[in-house]
């Protein structure tokens, strides 16, 4: 009776594997399943370090915060200290077109910061003026910009004949949970160039310019991809001595859009550099100069009596390399279009080109960082299966797993 009863339980997981393989293997199932893990640490984050207070999500400091002037319910969420970007995205998202230095109590910084409207544009239409919804808007599009970068990781290994659940991998990477947990613009860009970069490989003009287009004007480092494209499309176009085709909207209009809102805000902030170039000089710096020396001084620092700040550096740069050198390592095997290999080769020299603001920061955690994982990720999900297997592909895949618990657990507890 024993046996028998082993043998039916034994047929039934057989039967239930084919259903539960079929019905994960569908884009939309994969950007569920993000959501809801995605949802799980928000509400984590809400309830214990937020004390139940979405506002304090967006980060704001003393520095840059005039108590008095803020919306009602609004908390100030890193006391005695400058805050983090999702600070600049909120006061924009209030009004998108107040474009004065200081508004709703809260002074910018930077001129870039205005042209990065994508994102907080999206929370004001959805809060409808209400100032008190917009917090809870910064956060609910974040997390569906998370669960569409899952949903279009798995087009794409779909499109490579692997299974859909590969795209789980795409919202793995440690530096989303200060995106999802600090109102930053990360999941909304990258998801854009994540949908640009799919209707471009399926002839979608323009689904593909919209996409770049509006990116673009949310963090303008996703414009990367459509870079690439002009590259390779632009001596064809001089040989021809013709007008562009459809198939350069793909970088025409986002080239077009950025100008735009470039030139909208330098003549509104009235002289000065444009404001694509105001941050340079602290972003960016000689290559793997600051890459070096903040890994050399991360490696003096390792605490090996418990898990601690520059270990979890160590942890997060170990996570990137193992993907970028497994990117490097297929970048001529993979079918993945010429174009994303160009522009994973130059979004991981410009990460190398980062400043020790980004690579010695133990408050990013590498959030920066996100585009050369994403393209590493295209490229090997697009690398023939005799080449990198499912197991192989696991392999490397799993290596993100450990930065991103530590990550979460830590943003959970702390800011």
């Not at 046996?3 to 997981?13: H, I, M, V």
């Not at 198939?247 to 902030?269: E, H, I, R």
């Not at 000689?286 to 003096?300: E, K, N, S």
């Not at 010429?338 to 020790?356: I, Q, T």
Request: proline share 5%.
């Amino acid at each position: 009776m024993q046996l028998t009863s082993s043998t039916g339980a034994l047929d039934a997981s057989r039967h239930r594997w084919p259903f539960i393989r079929s019905a994960t293997d569908q884009p939309p199932v994969v950007g569920l399943i993000a959501l809801l893990a995605w949802l799980g640490f928000v509400l984590a984050r809400w309830q214990i370090w937020a004390r139940g207070n979405i506002s304090r999500f967006v980060l704001l400091g003393t520095t840059f915060t005039n108590r008095r002037y803020l919306p009602s319910g609004m908390v100030i969420g890193d006391p005695n200290a400058k805050g983090y970007d999702g600070q600049f995205y909120y006061r924009l998202a209030v009004n998108p077109f107040n474009w004065h230095r200081t508004a709703y109590g809260i002074t910018m910084d930077q001129k870039y910061r205005y042209t990065r409207i994508g994102y907080p544009i999206l929370a004001w239409l959805g809060s409808f003026g209400q100032h008190e919804w917009v917090p809870v808007l910064l956060v609910a599009i974040n997390l569906v910009g998370v669960a569409v970068l899952a949903a279009l990781g798995a087009m794409f290994a779909r499109d490579a004949g692997r299974h859909a659940l590969w795209g789980l991998a795409f919202v793995a990477f440690f530096g989303l949970v200060i995106s999802v947990g600090r109102d930053t613009a990360e999941p909304l860009a990258e998801a854009c160039m994540l949908g640009g970069l799919l209707a471009y490989r399926h002839g979608r003009w323009l689904w593909s310019a919209a996409a770049f287009g509006y990116g673009g004007i949310t963090r303008e480092t996703i414009l990367l991809a459509p870079a690439a494209i002009a590259v390779l499309r632009l001596p064809g176009l001089v040989r021809r001595k013709g007008w562009p085709a459809r198939a350069d909207l793909a970088w025409l209009v986002p080239g077009l859009a950025f100008g735009a809102v470039q030139l909208a805000a330098k003549l509104s902030l009235r002289g000065g550099a444009w404001p694509v170039v105001t941050d340079w000089d602290r972003n960016l710096t000689t290559p793997f100069t600051a890459m070096v020396d903040a890994l050399r001084q991360a490696g003096a620092r390792v605490d090996t009596g418990h898990l601690g700040l520059y270990d979890i550096t160590l942890l997060e740069s170990v996570t990137l390399g193992i993907l970028v050198v497994a990117g490097l390592a297929v970048l001529f095997v993979t079918t993945a279009p010429v174009h994303e290999r160009v522009a994973f080769v130059v979004a991981v020299v410009m990460v190398c080109a980062l400043s020790n603001q980004i690579w010695g920061s133990v408050f990013g955690d590498g959030r920066s960082m996100i585009e050369p994982y994403l393209f590493a990720l295209v490229l090997l999900v697009a690398t023939p299966k005799r080449y990198l297997n499912a197991y192989s592909l696991g392999l490397v895949v799993a290596g993100a797993v450990p930065a991103l618990y530590v990550v979460a657990r830590r943003r959970i507890l702390y800011m």
